[in-house]
């Protein structure tokens, strides 16, 4: 099993440039998250999703969109990148509901600059 | 507006023991603690979790006092493999989550 994958896993953008962050899973899992994490701050939630075809937002979800086709893939997207977007970003998904209860699967991350 | 604390850094040597708290002022009542380990260039992994009182594994110790506002992170024996960051995760409401900002422990030789 490959867990969670993430791609790419460098971008550079330029300001007003958009982009989608693909995650995949092979574990079945209903949940799948998308995080920021930036120096000093730790992760922050974006997006969630609880099951194919549903998204809710986190704790930072403006300027970023998602969608939840296949119950294996999970797309963020930015559709006009700013450099307060320039962070590294992960993907994660776990079995259970949302929340601290159930052990979530990290993919690699993707380090994106916005210039 | 629920926040979850830890120390920024913390330091150690190979062969002691290492305690990492992690506070947490909004906790919800039904919800677990759950704390993960980084290392560069990866995403966290795993380590432990814990509802209340004491949970042991193989690679740590998890201990939650009744009040549940804090728990701290047991690592006994650090040896230079353990240097990483290591984030608290809690449940902060019906639907809703924080990592701590994580703690960077270094262990020297």
């Known amino acids: 099993n490959a867990g969670v994958t993430q791609t790419p896993k460098f971008r550079v953008l330029k300001t007003g440039q958009s982009m989608t962050l693909l995650c995949a899973q092979d574990?079945?899992?209903?949940?799948m998250y998308w995080y920021r994490q930036d120096p000093g701050m730790g992760l922050r939630l974006i997006h969630y999703s609880v099951g194919e075809g549903t998204t809710a937002k986190g704790e930072v979800p403006d300027g970023y969109n998602v969608s939840r086709l296949k119950k294996q893939n999970f797309l963020l997207g930015l559709e006009s990148a700013a450099p307060s977007q320039t962070s590294v970003y992960f993907c994660a998904s776990s079995y259970g509901r949302l929340a601290a209860s159930y052990e979530q699967y990290f993919g690699p991350g993707t380090r994106l600059t916005v210039t | 507006l629920a926040k979850t604390t830890q120390p920024i850094s913390m330091d150690s040597y190979e062969g002691q023991e290492v305690n990492i708290t992690c506070s947490h002022n909004?906790?919800?009542?039904?919800?677990?603690i759950t704390w993960y380990q980084q290392f560069p260039s990866q995403g966290p992994r795993f380590i432990i979790q814990?509802?209340?009182t004491k949970v042991t594994n193989e690679v740590a110790s998890l201990f939650i006092p009744a009040d549940r506002k804090s728990s701290t992170l047991s690592l006994p024996r650090v040896s230079l493999s353990d240097t990483a960051v290591y984030y608290c995760l809690v449940g902060v409401g019906n639907n809703d989550m924080r990592f701590g900002a994580g703690t960077r422990l270094t262990v020297k030789p």
């Open positions: 814990g509802y209340k």
């Open positions: 574990m079945n899992h209903e949940y």
């Open positions: 909004n906790i919800a009542t039904n919800d677990y």
